[in-house]
């Protein structure tokens, strides 16, 4: 909505907005204006922080950038197949906090089209856009964190409604499947045998719930919990909840189901020992982010 006013009030060409991303590597285009802006937005367009180009530069030095004739050869402007019109660019830094957040940039299909009457306004929008796009993080942060709450709620609820410890577990197993749109989600009980030679006790990591997978869960593998090559006895014994990011590079990993590229893998402890293991599988690589790991920690300790 606002690439678009801008435009319309300016009569500019071509204007978007480009966000930092995650990492503050790359600007990432996030919004922009009419045909060509479409097709940049499918590509998921992106200029390298310090580039040679108008973004590049002003997110690098947090000062606008301006670029008066693009045939110019001193001028610094990185040409764009989905632009080719071009022939002058501003862009100004989108700061927050003292922190470049992103850009706002302008084109216009003249030379020399920029006044300092366009630095000055577009200066203030630029900070109104900083505040707006502020706001609409907040919000979503807070819609976020209400339903990560009901959520918690909700699956604890369901566990302390259920009669029995069977239907416990596979209504949680089934409601987290369900939030997560997850390829599989397992609930593994620790186990105690009994040693028939000697006497000693045996701990073994069962599966007692599954969701999302039409393995009997008779099949499933138990795993002893002394067990170094596997990674479910590795993650019961030091209790801290483990991603695998790319199972293909966790040999000690043997997936639930096809076609899972991705795992988490949370204990379930209680009086200061593992109970059991939560673990649920995706079929993206990188599924899982650290808000995921915090929502599951809260939930196995529920």
Do not use: C, W
């Amino acid at each position: 909505e606002v690439v678009n006013l801008i435009m319309d009030s300016f009569g500019y060409d071509h204007v978007q907005i480009f966000l930092m991303d995650a990492r503050e590597d790359y600007a990432e285009l996030r919004a922009s204006t009419g045909e060509a802006g479409k097709k940049l937005l499918n590509i998921k367009h992106k200029l390298q922080k310090g580039s040679a180009s108008v973004i590049g530069q002003v997110t690098e030095r947090g000062e606008p950038q301006i670029a008066l004739d693009t045939a110019d050869a001193d001028v610094v402007h990185k040409p764009n197949p989905y632009l080719p019109l071009t022939r002058s660019e501003m862009a100004l830094p989108l700061i927050l906090k003292g922190h470049v957040i992103g850009a706002l940039d302008v084109q216009s299909n003249q030379a020399n089209a920029f006044t300092e009457d366009d630095i000055a306004a577009l200066r203030v929008l630029a900070a109104q856009i900083s505040v707006a796009i502020d706001n609409a993080n907040l919000y979503q942060s807070t819609q976020s964190q209400a339903e990560r709450m009901g959520f918690l709620f909700n699956v604890t609820r369901g566990a302390a409604a259920a009669e029995t410890l069977d239907e416990t577990l596979e209504g949680v197993v089934r409601m987290i499947y369900d939030s997560y749109d997850a390829l599989s989600t397992t609930i593994y009980l620790r186990r105690t045998y009994i040693d028939e030679a000697s006497g000693a006790k045996l701990y073994r990591m069962k599966a007692a719930a599954i969701a999302g997978s039409d393995q009997p869960i008779s099949e499933i593998e138990e795993i002893a919990l002394d067990d170094t090559d596997n990674i479910i006895s590795t993650v019961a014994q030091h209790t801290q909840p483990y991603v695998i990011d790319a199972i293909e590079d966790e040999p000690r990993y043997l997936a639930i189901s096809g076609g899972a590229h991705a795992a988490i893998l949370v204990p379930l402890r209680t009086g200061g020992e593992t109970i059991g293991l939560l673990v649920m599988e995706d079929r993206m690589t990188y599924a899982y982010d650290d808000d995921t790991v915090r929502l599951l920690e809260a939930l196995a300790g529920s």
